[in-house]
Structures are given as structure tokens and as C-alpha cells.
């Protein structure tokens, strides 16, 4: 512990050094990084120096003890700073959990009917109405960006923004399958079907995060389909951007607007090209990466929401809550709960 700590106060140091650098100044992309770390790093230091401040004053105080006229103030030393080391020990490994270095983004939200049909847009529409009361609980805002209706109901897809407090630390378990087995809305013969929607909660990258060569794209243009402003179906508002390096296509026509179109459409690509960042970061540390709850892979089955058996289960953690509560009301919030503490456990078990 000890060792580890005292590298992790000379990096504090090597790190206050270089944000005096004039060639760091001179960066500001460089500079704000750096200025975010410092500032991140600062309560876990000032915890570290205090460790390390109770361990050499142990020492100091053990060098005393053959001195009979010190022997007392030595033992009384000792015994109180090793009654703080445990407290210290235990404030210091939750610090040295890794956080996610988007957990205080906000987010973008794409969800997507997948297998079942009209069924499956149906639910796509149900998760994202859970969504909304969740953030409403929140006391989050949400700016829907992009739209596609189904005509049975719900949605093949929407894409919506979410702002407020570590929006991305809550709803980053989110990303993956949902699937939902009960008698739709559209079955004559009451049998149960089971159908599908995918999520993926991107955390919102600014020009800091990611920036993008105008160069590499390709924008193209097209008459909207659906509801987004007096000019939708008489102009070429809509808007597709290819990000040529990467092959990420992105779009956006619910906005009354091309320009508003393609604010949005870029914000979601700079989005995609952050989480890729991210995911390949992840992978180079290889086996050094701490485990946590589920990969964050859109394509990974995560949760069940079975309305016969009134139940929601989330295969991740074998969490299980009532389909009413969770789907229908506000039961996502302790779920969430339940897979921020299973996260953060299996986290700490590998910390120190």
C-alpha cells in the first residue's frame, strides 16, 4: 500500500509540474486534461499523504521506544496512528476505484425496435416512456433529436438527449437487448410473443473529446419523412453524414432545419466516435481492466420483461423486479441502484 501511494503522490506532483509547462499552456486541449485529472486526483492524494504521514510517524515513534524517558509518548503514538490507518486504508480503496471518464457526461440515447415487428416497436416506445419518467424522477431534461414512427404505434427508432447530474453513471447500464414476452396489443388468439428493442446510451462528446476532420466527411441531403417543422417534405432538410475514416453513418430529420439537422447528426457521430475511443482504450489495458457489470455492448441480452409472470429480470446481476413497477412505473431506479452497487463491489474487490 505504502509504495503504491507514494507513486501516486510523486505522479500528483509530475502532474502539477507539467500544468506549468508553457508548452502545456500553450495547448488548451492539453491544458483542460490535465487540469481535469489534477483536480480528480486531488482527494485521493491529500487521503494518500495522510496515510503515508501516519506510517512514517509510526516509524519515527518505534525508533523511540528504546528510550525510556520517550518510551510512553512513543506507544501512545503509535496505538493512535495505527487506529487511523484501517479507516484510511478503507476511504483510500474506494478512491482508487476507476471511474468512467464519461460518468458526468450527458447522454444520447438511440432505441430501436429489432425482432417482432410492429410488437417490437410498440416496446421500443414502452422503454423509451420508462425512460422519460426515470429522468422526469431525475429531474434530468430530454430533447428528442430524431424520430421514426411505427405505424402499429411506438417507434422503429428514436434518438433522444438526456441532460443533468451524472446523467451517463446511471443510465450506462442501459446499453444492450431488451426483450419483453406478453400478449400484444395486436393478438387476436392471446398467445404470448416475445420481441425485441436495442438501446445504446452514448455518453455527449464535446470538441475536447473528439475532434473531427471536416475532410472526412461525406454529407448528403434528403427530403425528411416524417413531422419536424413547416418545411419537412417540401425542402431537403434531413441530413446523413458519413465518417469516412470510421464507415459511422449517422442522420437526423426531426429538426426544422438542414443546419439544426446537421448539429444534431454531428453530435451523435462525435458520440459514436468517443465510445469507440473508450471501447478500444478498454481493450489495450486487456487484462488490467477491472470488471464491471456487463460489457456495454448493444448487442448483449441484458433484461426480460415477462408481463404474464409480472416480472423483470435483469440476467447481468439476477436482479428480478415486477414488470408493472420497473416497465410501467418507477421501479428502474432501484434496479439501476442494484447494478451501480454490483458494479462498484466487484470493483473494489480488485482495486488495491
Same mark, same amino acid.
Given at each position: 500500500?505504502?509504495?503504491?501511494? %507514494?507513486?501516486?503522490?510523486? +505522479?500528483?506532483?509530475?502532474?502539477?509540474?507539467?500544468?506549468?509547462?508553457?508548452?502545456?499552456?500553450?495547448?488548451?486541449?492539453?491544458?483542460?486534461? $490535465?487540469?481535469?485529472?489534477?483536480?480528480?486526483?486531488?482527494?485521493?492524494? @491529500?487521503?494518500?499523504? @495522510?496515510? $503515508?504521514?501516519?506510517?512514517? /510517524?509510526?516509524?519515527?515513534?518505534? %525508533?523511540?521506544?528504546?528510550?525510556?524517558?520517550?518510551?510512553?509518548?512513543?506507544?501512545?503514538?503509535?496505538? &493512535?496512528?495505527?487506529?487511523?490507518?484501517?479507516? !484510511?486504508?478503507?476511504?483510500?480503496?474506494?478512491?482508487?476505484?476507476? @471511474? /468512467?471518464?464519461?460518468?458526468?457526461?450527458?447522454?444520447?440515447?438511440?432505441?430501436?425496435?429489432?425482432?417482432?415487428?410492429?410488437?417490437?416497436?410498440?416496446?421500443?416506445?414502452?422503454?423509451?416512456?420508462?425512460?422519460?419518467?426515470?429522468?422526469? %424522477?431525475?429531474?434530468?431534461?430530454?430533447?428528442?433529436?430524431?424520430?421514426?414512427?411505427?405505424?402499429? +404505434?411506438?417507434?422503429?427508432?428514436?434518438?433522444?438527449?438526456?441532460?443533468?447530474?451524472?446523467?451517463?453513471?446511471?443510465?450506462?447500464?442501459?446499453?444492450?437487448?431488451?426483450?419483453?414476452? #406478453?400478449?400484444?396489443?395486436? &393478438?387476436?388468439?392471446?398467445?404470448?410473443?416475445?420481441?425485441?428493442?436495442?438501446?445504446?446510451? $452514448?455518453?455527449?462528446?464535446?470538441?475536447?473529446?473528439?475532434?473531427?476532420?471536416?475532410?472526412?466527411?461525406?454529407?448528403?441531403?434528403?427530403?425528411? +419523412?416524417?413531422?419536424?417543422?413547416?418545411?419537412?417534405?417540401?425542402?431537403?432538410?434531413?441530413?446523413?453524414?458519413?465518417? $469516412?475514416?470510421?464507415?459511422?453513418?449517422?442522420?437526423?430529420? /426531426?429538426?426544422? %432545419?438542414?443546419?439544426?439537422?446537421?448539429?444534431?447528426?454531428?453530435?451523435?457521430?462525435?458520440?459514436?466516435?468517443?465510445?469507440?475511443?473508450?471501447?478500444?482504450?478498454?481493450?489495450?489495458?486487456?487484462?488490467?481492466? !477491472?470488471?464491471?457489470?456487463?460489457?456495454?455492448?448493444?448487442?448483449?441480452?441484458? #433484461?426480460?420483461?415477462?408481463?404474464?409472470? /409480472?416480472?423483470?429480470?435483469?440476467?447481468?446481476?439476477?436482479?428480478?423486479?415486477?414488470?408493472?413497477?420497473?416497465?410501467?412505473?418507477?421501479?428502474?431506479?432501484?434496479?439501476?441502484?442494484?447494478?451501480?452497487?454490483?458494479? #462498484?463491489?466487484?470493483?473494489?474487490?480488485?482495486?488495491?
Amino acid at each position: 500500500m505504502r509504495d503504491k501511494l %507514494s507513486k501516486i503522490v510523486a +505522479g500528483y506532483k509530475e502532474l502539477e509540474q507539467k500544468l506549468g509547462d508553457p508548452a502545456v499552456l500553450a495547448d488548451q486541449k492539453e491544458y483542460t486534461r $490535465l487540469s481535469k485529472e489534477y483536480s480528480k486526483q486531488g482527494p485521493l492524494v @491529500e487521503k494518500a499523504r @495522510e496515510y $503515508l504521514q501516519a506510517c512514517e /510517524d509510526i516509524d519515527d515513534a518505534k %525508533s523511540m521506544l528504546g528510550d525510556a524517558d520517550m518510551r510512553e509518548f512513543a506507544q501512545e503514538t503509535i496505538a &493512535e496512528c495505527e487506529a487511523k490507518l484501517p479507516g !484510511l486504508e478503507e476511504d483510500i480503496k474506494f478512491m482508487l476505484i476507476p @471511474e /468512467d471518464p464519461a460518468d458526468e457526461k450527458d447522454i444520447i440515447v438511440e432505441i430501436r425496435g429489432a425482432a417482432g415487428g410492429d410488437e417490437a416497436a410498440i416496446f421500443a416506445g414502452d422503454l423509451y416512456k420508462m425512460y422519460a419518467r426515470f429522468c422526469e %424522477s431525475q429531474r434530468w431534461k430530454i430533447e428528442t433529436m430524431d424520430v421514426s414512427a411505427s405505424e402499429a +404505434g411506438g417507434y422503429k427508432e428514436i434518438q433522444f438527449k438526456v441532460k443533468g447530474d451524472h446523467v451517463y453513471s446511471l443510465m450506462k447500464f442501459e446499453s444492450g437487448v431488451h426483450r419483453v414476452q #406478453r400478449v400484444p396489443k395486436t &393478438e387476436s388468439q392471446g398467445r404470448i410473443h416475445t420481441s425485441t428493442a436495442t438501446v445504446a446510451v $452514448l455518453p455527449e462528446a464535446d470538441e475536447i473529446d473528439v475532434e473531427i476532420n471536416e475532410n472526412d466527411l461525406r454529407i448528403d441531403v434528403y427530403r425528411a +419523412g416524417g413531422p419536424g417543422g413547416q418545411c419537412v417534405n417540401t425542402t431537403d432538410s434531413a441530413v446523413r453524414i458519413t465518417h $469516412l475514416p470510421s464507415g459511422l453513418v449517422v442522420q437526423s430529420q /426531426d429538426q426544422k %432545419s438542414q443546419l439544426q439537422n446537421k448539429i444534431a447528426a454531428m453530435a451523435v457521430l462525435r458520440s459514436r466516435l468517443y465510445e469507440k475511443m473508450l471501447a478500444e482504450q478498454q481493450a489495450a489495458e486487456g487484462a488490467e481492466r !477491472l470488471a464491471q457489470i456487463g460489457s456495454g455492448d448493444r448487442a448483449e441480452k441484458i #433484461r426480460t420483461y415477462n408481463a404474464p409472470q /409480472d416480472r423483470v429480470t435483469d440476467h447481468r446481476i439476477g436482479y428480478n423486479g415486477t414488470y408493472n413497477g420497473v416497465l410501467l412505473g418507477d421501479g428502474l431506479g432501484d434496479l439501476i441502484t442494484a447494478l451501480q452497487a454490483a458494479d #462498484r463491489a466487484r470493483k473494489l474487490e480488485q482495486a488495491v
